[in-house]
């Protein structure tokens, strides 16, 4: 067993020693003689020197913001094609006309509001003029104003009256309508807390 434990381990520090024999390169297609096209360009040297963007940049439809009518002309890209009666899918109640009119309308809608949102793009106020306007650089008496330095802004909706500005779609003569009047005669009440209040 001793014997047999030393051989191993003779024949295992002798390996350890020996030089590993050398591979001779293979030949094959991929060392072949290299293609130069009459530029004196081989096809790598053309694919890694390729501008995929150059022409795209050049006709104005890179993936810029703003560039989607540039792609619409070019590539046709989110063009509205025209429904032919018998042909495409028509709704039923309407002709092939009153629908390609309904698209188009659509379709102008959805390029004008994105034409007004990308001329709206890249704006921003310098925080530096915001910051000399409000007076933080000249002193601490914009802490002690109504605002505290913010800007007020007029909003969509009175939030004092959510009630009246919301839409009423019951009918007058519903019970949903009636409960609602109910509600704001209610709401009108004078409050025990509010006789300060003037009628």
């Known amino acids: 067993m001793k014997l047999s434990l030393l051989f191993l381990g003779l024949a295992g520090s002798a390996s350890a020693f020996t030089v590993a024999p050398v591979q001779q390169p293979l030949s094959s297609s991929l060392s072949a003689k290299k293609e130069v096209d ?32 540039n792609k619409e002309k070019l590539f046709g890209w989110g063009k509205v094609g025209k429904v032919e009666e018998g ?39 310098d925080y530096t003029d915001f910051y000399i306007k409000r007076g933080t650089d000249t002193g601490g008496d914009w802490i002690k104003s109504v605002t505290r330095g913010h800007r007020m802004v007029k909003t ?44």
Request: cysteine-free; hydrophobic content about 30%.
């Open 87 to 125: 042909k495409s899918y028509v709704p039923s109640g309407l002709t092939a006309a009153q629908y390609n009119e309904i698209r188009s309308k659509q379709k102008a809608q959805k390029d004008a509001n994105y034409k007004k949102n990308v001329a709206k793009a890249g704006i921003f106020e």
């Open 156 to 199: 969509k909706y009175d939030w004092d009256d959510v009630g009246s500005s919301a839409k009423n779609f019951a009918s007058s003569g519903s019970a949903a309508a009636k409960g609602k009047k109910a509600a704001a005669k209610k709401s009108t009440a004078k409050k025990p807390y509010e006789f300060w209040k003037k009628e």
């Open 38 to 69: 009459a530029n004196g360009k081989t096809v790598t040297k053309r694919i890694f020197d390729m501008d995929l963007w150059k022409d795209r940049v050049a006709a104005g439809v890179s993936n810029e913001y703003g560039s989607r009518g």
